[in-house]
């Protein structure tokens, strides 16, 4: 079994996220292609972490990594406490249901579900509450998005933008400790860009740690710190 060591002083804060010596290499009929190469960073309880960086820097392949989606080639990932380096796939999957929360550029929401099915998905996997409580929680989550009124229909019959919203009340469906977002904004218009940006950052206020891809530097400068990659390395690291 997998056991987390112990930070030798408990008063000093731990981060959630803390990636070191990352590297993914990936091998193709072109060769060896290198998306991370030596990622050092930590991410500490509500943090509003935005990362930004051109198309190819390793963005995704870093959210991927974060979030248990894909395994590195060398180095060490701990996120809310487990050690996804050494994790096997089928555990992996159960802690993701648990520890994170992901919105994805794309919505991914299951067509044939009804919104109220979808953001009750996750807590069916998880079991973390029994099937009524589990409903009123996702009702709940879809009136805090303002979307309750659309809990019984399909996906297509709404907005990208109120998709994005159905999106985000699942990620939040097991009251996951990080919320991590993949260009979340990508496929919306600039205000509703705005109302989802402003979504992430009460939640970090709230006390939620937040990490955010984004290639848009106005949406970096909405969060508490940034960072940019370029070649699969970060090459600026603002201070607060």
């Known amino acids: 079994m ?12 731990q981060p959630l996220i803390e990636l070191r010596k990352l590297v993914k ?14 990622i050092d960073l930590e991410v500490y309880p509500g943090e509003f972490l935005v990362v930004t960086g051109k198309s190819g820097s390793g963005k995704t392949t870093l959210v991927n990594m974060i979030t248990g989606l894909d395994r590195s ?47 009750m998905l996750p807590i069916d996997f ?32 709404l907005s ?26 990508g496929s919306l218009d600039s205000g509703t860009a705005r109302a989802v940006i402003d979504l992430f950052a009460d939640f970090a206020r709230q006390g939620r740690t937040v990490l ?8 970096a400068r909405r969060g508490s710190r940034s960072i940019t990659l370029a070649d699969g390395k970060i090459i600026h690291r603002p201070t607060e």
Not at 133 to 143: F, I, Q, S
Not at 145 to 150: G, R, S, V, Y
Not at 212 to 219: G, K, N, P, T
């Open 73 to 119: 080639t060398t180095g060490d990932i701990w996120v809310a406490g487990a050690p996804l380096h050494l994790l096997a796939p089928e555990k992996t999957a159960k802690w993701r249901g648990r520890a994170l929360g992901v919105v994805f550029q794309f919505f991914e929401l299951l067509p044939t579900l009804t919104v109220l099915q979808n953001v």
């Open 126 to 157: 998880a079991r973390r509450y029994p099937l009524r409580e589990g409903r009123l929680r996702a009702l709940h989550l879809l009136e805090q998005m303002e979307i309750a009124e659309h809990a019984l229909k399909l996906p297509s019959a």
């Open 25 to 38: 290499t990936y091998h193709g009929l072109a060769g060896e292609v290198t998306a991370l190469n030596g």
């Open 160 to 185: 990208g933008g109120q998709q994005q919203r159905v999106a985000i009340a699942r990620a939040l469906a097991n009251d996951p400790p990080i919320l991590v977002a993949d260009e979340p904004t």
């Open 212 to 219: 955010l891809v984004s290639h848009d530097r106005d949406i």
């Open 2 to 13: 997998v056991q987390e060591v112990p930070h030798p002083d408990a008063s000093v804060p």
